[in-house]
């Protein structure tokens, strides 16, 4: 269907350590954004990749958009306590909308 | 600050009443776009206004409506209110719209149905 799929669904770390949370497509997209919602807040734009292979840093994230633009990846270096949140990836819908995947939580112990 | 305004931002009520949440989206921005978010379904895109006209449904239910107004406001109508819409009710706006489009929230307006 029309769904993204985001693993894993929960990830704890120890600060310091990295993070990655994967998103899949059954089918081709066109873009895909990631989100950050920290706890108690709403949902924050982070990144568009839109071609093939495309890898975009900020600081310690890391994005990347396959190859074949069937999937992406969020890859954070040393995480921080002020990474914890829940992280979306969300790809374009056939009207134009944003179908978001279920996103991936993560807590950091410091 | 998103500059996406939402009233109220807490709302408690029981079921079988009517609600209307309100939004207001960033200076410029001519799409608005409302989520539902729960515990377990994630956020569920609902219906996307732009430039005062529906541009797309997704998952609303008939008891839900919603309108965007001439000056961009838009409003978000929920009745006959069950328990199982209790969540978190968000809106977005962007400038135009589209897949391409980054999205900007609200803080959102939690609803809680006794």
């Known amino acids: 269907g029309q769904q993204v799929m985001q693993i894993p669904q929960y990830q704890h770390v120890q600060e310091g350590e990295d993070f990655t949370t994967y998103c899949n497509s059954s089918?081709?997209?066109?873009?895909i954004q990631w989100y950050k919602q920290r706890p108690g807040g709403h949902p924050v734009f982070l990144i568009q990749l839109v071609k093939s292979g495309e890898v975009k840093k900020q600081k310690r994230l890391t994005f990347q958009f396959g190859e074949a633009k069937k999937n992406s990846s969020l890859h954070i270096t040393a995480t921080q306590t002020t990474d914890v949140g829940t992280y979306f990836c969300a790809k374009g819908g056939s009207q134009g909308n944003l179908i978001f995947g279920k996103g991936t939580k993560l807590s950091v112990k410091p | 600050d998103s500059g996406v305004t939402q009233t109220p931002k807490h709302l408690i009520t029981a079921t079988g009443q009517r609600v209307t949440l309100r939004c207001s989206p960033r200076s410029g921005d001519l799409s608005v776009y409302w989520y539902q978010q729960s515990l377990d379904q994630g956020l569920q895109f609902l219906i996307h206004?732009?430039?005062?006209?529906?541009?797309a449904k997704g998952n609303i239910l008939e008891r839900f409506s919603a309108q965007q107004f001439p000056d961009l406001h838009s409003e978000l109508n929920l009745s006959s209110l069950e328990l199982g819409d209790s969540a978190l009710y968000f809106c977005a706006s962007s400038v135009g719209w589209g897949e391409s489009q980054p999205q900007h929230f609200g803080d959102g307006t939690r609803l809680s149905i006794l």
């Open positions: 089918t081709t997209l066109s873009n």
């Open positions: 206004y732009y430039n005062g006209e529906e541009r």
